[in-house]
């Protein structure tokens, strides 16, 4: 029964390239959260798609980040021209439904680095 | 308002003895109360989570305290032993958004003591 998997588990770019991060998430489980994870700091929440919709996007920075759950294959959070800001963890979490009591289960992140 | 404050940032017990760790919240749309343990270079793992419907909650040695009153809720973990080294979040999620947010504490570094 695999879990969440989140490749790459580490990324290096470099300042002005794409970052691209993939989420596929446990079987069964149709909706997808990601969250960044700034170093000594908690998550936050960024963005929540189901298959081929964004549901809430109100934590995702207006510029250069978008994120997408298509209908086939993983969940992609992509972030354009990136920047020394953006270096943090990038976790993304699954869940059957979008009940606030269901358990979401997290992957092992992705973390980016930029240089 | 939709902030959760958690403390303390770091704490140090002995094996075996007793460790609390708190959290607060402003916004009463949250109904909704999880708390998840990280390992470094993990993901964060579900341990424990309650309702506002219930003040208590015990999973071995786990157990949420929450009161509604005071906005609050807290994580003891009881015996704790080494293996419970890690960092805690608690967090919280907000019905009104309808999506199953959450809403994470800034997070508690715990080290027990052999």
């Known amino acids: 029964n695999a879990g969440v998997m989140q490749n790459p588990r580490h990324l290096v770019r470099r300042r002005g390239q794409e970052a691209r991060l993939r989420c596929s998430p446990m079987?069964?489980?149709?909706?997808v959260y990601w969250y960044r994870q700034l170093p000594e700091e908690g998550l936050k929440f960024m963005v929540y798609?189901?298959?081929?919709?964004?549901?809430?996007e109100s934590g995702m920075p207006k510029e250069r980040f978008s994120a997408e759950f298509p209908k086939e294959g993983p969940s992609i959070l992509r972030i354009q021209q990136v920047v020394r800001g953006d270096s943090a963890a990038y976790f993304c979490?699954?869940?059957?439904?979008?009940?606030?009591?269901?358990?979401?289960?997290f992957g092992d992140g992705t973390r980016l680095s930029i240089l | 308002q939709q902030q959760v404050k958690q403390s303390p940032q770091s704490l140090i017990v002995q094996k075996g003895g007793i460790s609390i760790i708190n959290c607060a919240y402003e916004?009463?749309?949250?109904?909704?109360f999880p708390w998840y343990q990280q390992f470094p270079g993990k993901g964060p793992a579900l341990l424990i989570a309650?309702?506002?419907?219930?003040s208590e909650k015990k999973e071995g040695r786990f157990t949420i305290s929450f009161n509604k009153s005071a906005k609050q809720f807290s994580l003891h973990i009881m015996d704790s032993q080494p293996g419970d080294s890690a960092t805690y979040f608690c967090a919280a999620s907000p019905v009104s958004s309808n999506t199953g947010k959450l809403i994470f504490g800034q997070g508690t570094t715990l080290q027990v003591k052999p």
């Open positions: 079987k069964g489980h149709s909706h």
């Open positions: 798609l189901q298959k081929e919709n964004i549901i809430d």
């Open positions: 916004n009463t749309a949250f109904d909704y």
């Open positions: 979490a699954s869940s059957p439904s979008h009940d606030p009591g269901e358990p979401q289960h």
């Open positions: 309650i309702r506002p419907d219930v």
